[in-house]
């Protein structure tokens, strides 16, 4: 990916399903500054809540929903620091551990969801939860 760093119109969002976050920070921290990526999505982080301290130099952890009960998993939103958001807590709670994991932040024209469905999970409580998360959604737009 070669991102066009001259146009200021233009958002670098990426998506990575990382399978451990722990040990990987500077490599993170490279890739969103050597890429000018604005918005990093990342599925399987495998963090507990009190692992999500990071010190980028320019990103910061704005969502993130991490399981209690069992290993691995995980969803997370880094964003820039230039970036204004706000978490989507409405839509973060609409989680379930091991059936559909969601990162979620709302910016001026643009809300971004992170959506981690594990492979064993069933299937039709992670589409009851993603229909619930789409009307949401649309009640948001609407409003905007």
């Given at each position: 990916?070669?991102?066009?760093?001259?146009?200021?119109?233009?958002?670098?969002?990426?998506?990575?399903?990382?399978?451990?976050?722990i040990g990987k920070e500077l490599e993170?921290?490279?890739?969103?500054?050597?890429?000018?990526?604005?918005?990093?999505?990342?599925?399987?982080?495998?963090?507990?809540?009190?692992?999500?301290?990071?010190?980028?130099?320019?990103?910061?952890?704005?969502?993130?929903?991490?399981?209690?009960?069992?290993?691995?998993?995980?969803?997370?939103?880094?964003?820039?620091?230039?970036?204004?958001?706000?978490?989507?807590?409405?839509?973060?709670?609409?989680?379930?551990?091991?059936?559909?994991?969601?990162?979620?932040?709302?910016f001026e024209y643009l809300i971004v969801v992170s959506v981690y469905r594990p492979?064993?999970?069933?299937?039709?409580?992670?589409?009851?939860?993603?229909?619930?998360?789409?009307?949401?959604?649309?009640?948001?737009?609407?409003?905007?």
């Amino acid at each position: 990916m070669t991102p066009q760093s001259d146009n200021e119109n233009c958002l670098h969002l990426v998506h990575q399903n990382i399978q451990g976050m722990i040990g990987k920070e500077l490599e993170i921290e490279l890739f969103l500054n050597s890429n000018n990526i604005h918005i990093l999505c990342i599925t399987e982080h495998w963090l507990k809540a009190y692992n999500l301290m990071f010190n980028f130099s320019n990103h910061q952890v704005v969502s993130s929903f991490n399981r209690e009960t069992v290993l691995r998993g995980g969803s997370l939103i880094l964003a820039s620091k230039l970036l204004s958001c706000k978490e989507r807590k409405d839509i973060v709670s609409l989680s379930v551990e091991r059936t559909v994991e969601m990162a979620c932040v709302e910016f001026e024209y643009l809300i971004v969801v992170s959506v981690y469905r594990p492979p064993c999970s069933i299937y039709d409580t992670f589409e009851k939860n993603m229909e619930e998360v789409f009307a949401k959604l649309i009640n948001i737009i609407n409003l905007l």
